[in-house]
Protein backbone atom coordinates (compact mmCIF):
# COMPACT_ATOMS: atom_id res chain seq x y z
CA UNK A 1 0.00 0.00 0.00
CA UNK A 2 1.78 3.50 -1.20
CA UNK A 3 1.23 6.43 1.35
CA UNK A 4 1.95 9.95 0.62
CA UNK A 5 2.50 12.58 3.43
CA UNK A 6 2.53 16.10 2.55
CA UNK A 7 4.02 18.73 4.66
CA UNK A 8 5.00 22.56 4.25
CA UNK A 9 1.85 24.50 3.63
CA UNK A 10 0.81 27.53 5.37
CA UNK A 11 -0.06 31.22 5.19
CA UNK A 12 2.22 33.43 3.30
CA UNK A 13 1.76 36.93 2.44
CA UNK A 14 1.45 37.35 -1.48
CA UNK A 15 4.85 37.75 -3.80
CA UNK A 16 6.18 34.92 -1.13
CA UNK A 17 7.48 31.64 -1.35
CA UNK A 18 6.60 28.18 0.20
CA UNK A 19 8.03 24.55 -0.38
CA UNK A 20 6.13 21.86 -0.21
CA UNK A 21 7.64 18.16 0.33
CA UNK A 22 5.67 14.64 0.14
CA UNK A 23 7.17 11.52 1.34
CA UNK A 24 6.42 8.41 -0.16
CA UNK A 25 6.39 4.75 1.04
CA UNK A 26 5.30 1.74 -0.23
CA UNK A 27 6.18 0.92 -3.86
CA UNK A 28 9.67 1.39 -5.91
CA UNK A 29 9.28 5.52 -5.80
CA UNK A 30 11.43 5.92 -9.40
CA UNK A 31 9.43 4.12 -11.07
CA UNK A 32 6.06 6.50 -11.00
CA UNK A 33 5.89 10.50 -11.74
CA UNK A 34 4.85 12.19 -8.65
CA UNK A 35 1.87 14.74 -9.48
CA UNK A 36 0.98 17.93 -7.60
CA UNK A 37 -2.73 19.17 -7.77
CA UNK A 38 -4.78 21.83 -6.02
CA UNK A 39 -8.32 22.51 -5.04
CA UNK A 40 -9.60 25.81 -4.02
CA UNK A 41 -13.28 25.87 -2.27
CA UNK A 42 -15.81 25.57 -4.93
CA UNK A 43 -13.71 24.68 -7.65
CA UNK A 44 -12.63 21.21 -9.50
CA UNK A 45 -9.01 19.54 -8.44
CA UNK A 46 -6.74 21.23 -11.01
CA UNK A 47 -3.16 19.95 -12.19
CA UNK A 48 -0.32 21.81 -10.86
CA UNK A 49 2.73 20.10 -11.99
CA UNK A 50 4.71 16.50 -12.22
CA UNK A 51 7.81 15.18 -12.30
CA UNK A 52 8.95 12.06 -14.18
CA UNK A 53 10.55 9.29 -12.43
CA UNK A 54 13.88 10.06 -12.96
CA UNK A 55 13.29 13.17 -12.29
CA UNK A 56 14.67 14.98 -15.76
CA UNK A 57 11.31 15.72 -17.21
CA UNK A 58 8.72 18.22 -15.81
CA UNK A 59 5.43 19.49 -16.77
CA UNK A 60 3.58 22.48 -15.68
CA UNK A 61 0.06 24.21 -15.53
CA UNK A 62 0.19 27.14 -17.16
CA UNK A 63 -0.67 29.27 -14.59
CA UNK A 64 2.06 28.27 -12.50
CA UNK A 65 4.68 27.96 -15.35
CA UNK A 66 7.81 29.70 -14.50
CA UNK A 67 7.08 30.22 -10.24
CA UNK A 68 6.60 26.38 -9.63
CA UNK A 69 8.74 23.78 -9.02
CA UNK A 70 8.80 20.48 -8.96
CA UNK A 71 11.69 17.89 -7.70
CA UNK A 72 12.30 14.94 -6.61
CA UNK A 73 15.08 12.52 -4.24
CA UNK A 74 14.74 9.59 -5.19
CA UNK A 75 17.10 8.11 -2.64
CA UNK A 76 14.90 9.26 -0.25
CA UNK A 77 11.01 8.96 -1.49
CA UNK A 78 10.30 12.35 -1.02
CA UNK A 79 8.85 14.82 -4.32
CA UNK A 80 8.60 18.26 -3.45
CA UNK A 81 7.01 21.52 -5.28
CA UNK A 82 9.12 24.94 -4.81
CA UNK A 83 6.26 27.75 -5.24
CA UNK A 84 7.72 30.86 -5.36
CA UNK A 85 5.81 35.23 -6.13
CA UNK A 86 2.77 33.48 -5.18
CA UNK A 87 -0.37 35.15 -5.22
CA UNK A 88 -3.58 35.10 -3.96
CA UNK A 89 -5.34 32.99 -6.36
CA UNK A 90 -2.32 30.09 -5.04
CA UNK A 91 -4.43 29.82 -2.20
CA UNK A 92 -5.80 26.43 -2.19
CA UNK A 93 -5.18 22.77 -0.71
CA UNK A 94 -2.07 20.68 -2.23
CA UNK A 95 -2.32 17.31 -3.03
CA UNK A 96 0.53 15.31 -3.57
CA UNK A 97 -0.36 12.23 -5.76
CA UNK A 98 1.51 9.12 -7.57
CA UNK A 99 0.75 8.31 -11.33
CA UNK A 100 -0.62 4.92 -12.29
CA UNK A 101 2.68 4.31 -14.59
CA UNK A 102 5.20 6.05 -15.86
CA UNK A 103 3.75 8.25 -17.66
CA UNK A 104 2.58 11.73 -16.99
CA UNK A 105 -1.08 12.80 -16.89
CA UNK A 106 -2.95 16.26 -16.33
CA UNK A 107 -6.18 14.41 -15.64
CA UNK A 108 -6.36 13.21 -11.52
CA UNK A 109 -8.28 10.19 -12.75
CA UNK A 110 -4.72 8.68 -14.02
CA UNK A 111 -3.49 8.98 -10.44
CA UNK A 112 -3.52 6.14 -8.50
CA UNK A 113 -2.53 7.45 -4.90
CA UNK A 114 -3.24 10.76 -2.98
CA UNK A 115 -1.83 12.54 -0.01
CA UNK A 116 -4.07 13.72 3.03
CA UNK A 117 -3.37 17.35 1.28
CA UNK A 118 -2.04 20.64 3.07
CA UNK A 119 -3.10 24.05 2.87
CA UNK A 120 -1.40 26.89 1.40
CA UNK A 121 -3.12 30.62 1.86
CA UNK A 122 -1.53 33.34 0.28
CA UNK A 123 -2.92 36.59 1.22
CA UNK A 124 -3.14 40.10 -0.89
Known amino acids: QVQLVESGGGLVQAGGSLRLSCAAS????????MGWFRQAPGKEREFVGA????????YYADSVKGRFTCSRDNANNTVYLQMNSLKPEDTAVYYC?????????????????WGQGTQVTVSS
Open 97 to 113: TQSRDGYYYTAPINYEY
Open 26 to 33: GRTFSSYV
Open 51 to 58: ISGSGDNT
